[in-house]
């Protein structure tokens, strides 16, 4: 079993995240690269739409995590209308860094330097367990979709 001590340090950050905001899932480290939802599916033996990526966008300028089920993509235009933004695209790598602390592919729901504005996709609510990313391309916790909605803050909105 993995110890908080021997992740890698932007998921040791996340994992204290957890434990500071009272959830329960353990970061694991994982021997197979979780850092699609596909990969993550596959190493984990679950269905894709149970993983729950975290993907960064620039909304007005501003970073927007969103959190959406492995099985949709998210409509950008319509996301913004919905949010009442003007637009939304998707975040460059090095915004990426600095909006989270962390890396493509193993961006987490938490551990940010700040706080990044969220939206959870209500498709999550469809599985009882969710996967999401632990700070690096091979790190993953379980949690779900009541307790990201909580610990995001994040607004329910459908993506797509
Ligand atoms: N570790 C998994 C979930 S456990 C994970 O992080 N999945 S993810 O979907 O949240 O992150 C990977 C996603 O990052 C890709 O599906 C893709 O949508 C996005 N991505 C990949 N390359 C870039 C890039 N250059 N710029 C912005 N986003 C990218």
Not at 19 to 47: F, N, Y
Not at 53 to 60: K, T, Y
Not at 69 to 94: C, F, N, Q, T
Request: glycine share 10%.
């Amino acid at each position: 079993m993995d110890e908080v001590k021997d992740l890698p340090e932007r998921s040791r950050r996340v994992a204290e995240a957890l434990s500071a905001l009272g959830m329960d899932g353990r970061v694991r480290e994982l021997p197979a690269s979780t850092r699609t939802a596909a990969e993550a599916a596959e190493a984990l033996g679950c269905e894709v739409g149970a993983i729950a990526n975290s993907l960064v966008f620039m909304a007005d300028g501003k970073p927007l995590l969103v959190m959406t089920s492995g099985r949709h993509r998210v409509d950008v235009a319509l996301l913004a209308e919905r949010l009442g933004k003007a637009k939304i695209r998707r975040a460059r790598p090095e915004e990426v860094r600095e909006a989270t602390g962390q890396a493509i592919g193993g961006v987490a729901p938490v551990g940010h330097p700040a706080p990044v504005e969220t939206v959870v996709d209500p498709a999550l609510a469809d599985y009882p367990r969710l996967w999401a990313a632990g700070g690096t391309p091979n790190t993953i916790f379980p949690t779900d979709h009541a307790e990201l909605v909580r610990v995001t803050g994040g607004a329910e909105v459908p993506v797509n």
